[in-house]
């Protein structure tokens, strides 16, 4: 019977976990734009993507972006990082992270160095002031985003907009 | 990459260049160009003050007289579009890779005088022929003349369609102006070039990325000017990318084969494009010479590395 009980217990403290889990989590579409401007490359474009954010509690989060973009040539913009968010029906969100843009560029020698090769890395932060919860859906319009970015020879600014951005949880 | 012995080889042949010599060609052929007979521009939906003025036949005549003198047979493939077009080209026989045919190739119709719009990349594309015309290279060196650029590159895209694809293409377009005042290098949004106007750009796709690589390379510390490679992205045919574009490389790019464009940027550049003052005192005579020696050097890298 005690053992009955236990694993009852723990069933039940697992589904809970769970279901924590999942809805603490929530996935989305966004359209964005965006652009790294950088003496040895210019990459950049329009598009869309997905994304998976995870809540750490109720103003934390983690995040990662999968975009594809077109314009110059395509490519893929990988994005990870990590915001804070208000609570209540207005969740403005800043945020900091990681870009990698992988594909299409426009490419430039710089002195006597070949155009690169490697991908885009870039360092950003951002802010969605246009975000809302509505129910369990968060919407968010016109979020800003700027930073630097680097294909391992110069340096340069890079910057994106996300247009909208639609998110809901996984779980109940 | 180019190999270090052949690398050598392309230094020293490309440093024989005689400048005063594809200088004396600019001025033949913008003079044959200010005295020849204009196209038929009738039925063109263009602005007649400028294309009304468009020549092609005493300069595709010096091209060939000039292949003749150097001891080579120069064909034809002559078509009857609309004006009629005739490129004109010699090929130098490789000696153990025949069959991978080097192409070198300028435009020779032009608006007036066209001294750098292109008798400069006609002159430089003989200089070229001149040095090659008595040692041929491992792969065959193919030297085009292509008609009608201007209208809308119809030579070099009759070429690409009807005659056997090279393994790699080198075209010239504008390659004898320069301006080394700051402010003088005119660019577009997300082109990121130097603001003086005195390098050379080389302009390839994600095809002939290598090959513009293998050119920084071969011309490193060499007496040519500063060289600004840009690589387009795919096949370079993108929206944004589409004044990379402009000139007879285009077509070899669209059909997928590896080319590159060396140009002077044009009106990016030259104040005188597609104007009657594009004359040859407008060009520089000693950008013009190392535009031929990295030409020369190219050329030679590509047509005789292992």
């Known amino acids: ?48 993507g997905l994304h998976a954010a995870f809540a750490l509690d109720s103003h934390w989060q983690v995040h990662a972006r999968a975009a594809w973009l077109w314009g110059l040539g395509s490519h893929t913009l990988l994005r990870v990082g990590a915001g804070w968010q208000r609570e209540g029906t207005w969740r ?21 160095r070949p155009p ?9 932060v951002g802010a969605a002031l246009l975000r809302f919860q509505v129910e369990s859906v968060i919407v968010s319009a016109l979020e800003l985003e700027a930073g630097l970015s680097t294909e391992f020879v110069s340096f340069g600014p890079r910057a994106g907009v996300t247009v909208l951005s639609l998110s809901v949880p996984l779980g109940p | 990459m180019v190999d270090g012995s052949t690398a050598e080889k392309a230094r020293a042949i490309g440093n024989e260049v005689v400048g005063a ?8 052929l913008a003079t044959l160009h ?71 190739g300028a435009h020779f119709d032009a608006f007036f005088m066209g001294a750098d719009d292109n008798s400069s990349g006609v002159a430089v ?18 030297f085009v003349g292509f008609d009608h650029e201007e209208i809308g590159l119809v030579g070099s895209t009759r070429h690409v369609q009807s005659r056997k694809r090279p393994t790699v293409s080198l075209v010239l377009d ?17 082109f990121p070039v130097p603001a003086a106007g005195d390098f050379l750009a080389a302009i390839a796709n994600d095809v002939s990325r290598s090959r513009v690589e293998e050119v920084l390379q071969v011309v490193k510390g060499q007496p040519t000017p500063a060289v600004l490679a840009i690589v387009a992205p795919g096949r370079g045919a993108g929206p944004l990318s589409g004044n990379l574009m402009r000139s007879d490389h ?12 060396f140009t002077d940027t044009a009106n990016f550049r030259n104040p005188n494009y597609h104007t009657r003052t594009d004359t040859p005192d407008t060009v520089n005579q000693e950008f013009l010479t190392g535009v031929a020696r990295a030409t020369a050097m190219s050329i030679v890298a590509w047509g005789d590395a292992p």
């Open chain 2, 174 to 190: 504008c390659v004898g102006f320069s301006n080394s005042t700051p402010g003088s290098q005119g660019s577009l949004p997300g």
């Open chain 1, 92 to 112: 403005p969100l800043f945020h900091a992270g990681l870009a990698l843009g992988l594909g299409g560029s426009l490419d430039f020698s710089v002195a006597d």
């Open chain 1, 116 to 124: 690169s090769r490697a991908p885009t890395v870039g360092l950003v």
């Open chain 2, 125 to 142: 594309m003989l200089e070229v022929a001149r040095l090659l015309a008595t040692r041929p290279l491992a792969r065959t060196v193919r």
């Open chain 2, 21 to 28: 010599r594809v200088f004396a060609d600019v001025v033949s």
């Open chain 1, 1 to 48: 019977m005690t053992k009955l009980a236990l694993c009852t217990a723990l069933l039940a403290t697992s589904a809970l976990a769970e279901e924590s889990l999942l809805s603490r989590t929530t996935v989305g579409l966004e359209t964005i734009g965006a652009i790294s401007l950088t003496p040895a490359r210019t990459q950049g474009g329009v598009g869309g």
């Open chain 2, 34 to 104: 200010s005295t020849d007979t204009r196209i038929d521009c009738a039925g063109l939906n263009t602005r007649a003050d400028t294309w009304c003025n468009l020549t092609n036949a005493t300069a595709r005549h010096f091209i060939e007289e000039r292949f003749r003198s150097l001891g080579l047979t120069p064909e034809f493939d002559d078509a009857d579009t609309h004006p009629a077009t005739s490129n004109v080209l010699v090929e130098l026989r490789g000696t153990t890779k025949p069959d991978e045919v080097v192409l070198l």
């Open chain 2, 250 to 261: 285009a077509p070899f790019w669209l059909a997928g084969e590896s080319a590159v464009f």
